[in-house]
């Protein structure tokens, strides 16, 4: 296995990856490729972001994307998008790709990851075994204009 930057060299293959792991459950979403890779590449668009997508014997197995922010305590670095291949979730692939962004982040000076997911999937779970921990005092909202 080996984790390389994420460019627009393999974009591509980051796309094929995103879209089998969300279009089946248990998320069940309906991405296409031209809206996936459009959804990817507006990440890859922010001036600090950074991406790295894991390759097992040469095929993409999963990816991170995310951003540098800073705060006024130092930098921090969000997750906005954190996806393993259907076939290589339960197999330690996750973790190995969450285990490079803690060294990416040390390397970088980077105090704290954030991400956001649904506590009902079981990525959750995941992310609380990997030493994230539910920020209580925050709340994610939205509001439905269309």
Not at 16 to 38: L, M, S
Not at 56 to 71: F, M, Q
Not at 92 to 105: E, P, S, V
Request: with cysteine; glycine share 6%; hydrophobic share 35%.
């Amino acid at each position: 296995m080996n984790t390389v930057s994420l460019t627009d060299q393999n974009l591509d293959d980051c796309v094929g990856v995103f879209i089998k792991a969300y279009n089946q459950p248990p998320w069940n979403y309906h991405w296409n490729f031209e809206k996936a890779k459009q959804y990817l590449s507006e990440y890859m668009s922010c001036s600090e972001f950074a991406g790295f997508i894991l390759y097992d014997e040469g095929e993409p197995a999963g990816a991170i994307l995310g951003h540098k922010k800073t705060w006024w305590t130092g930098q921090q670095f969000m997750i906005d998008e954190f996806f393993i291949s259907p076939e290589r979730q339960r197999k330690g692939y996750g973790k190995k790709l969450l285990d490079f962004c803690d060294q990416y982040a040390a390397e970088n000076g980077i105090e704290l990851l954030i991400l956001m997911t649904n506590k009902y999937m079981p990525a959750h779970q995941f992310y609380t075994k990997s030493g994230y921990i539910n920020a209580e005092q925050y709340v994610f909202m939205f509001k439905q204009l269309l």
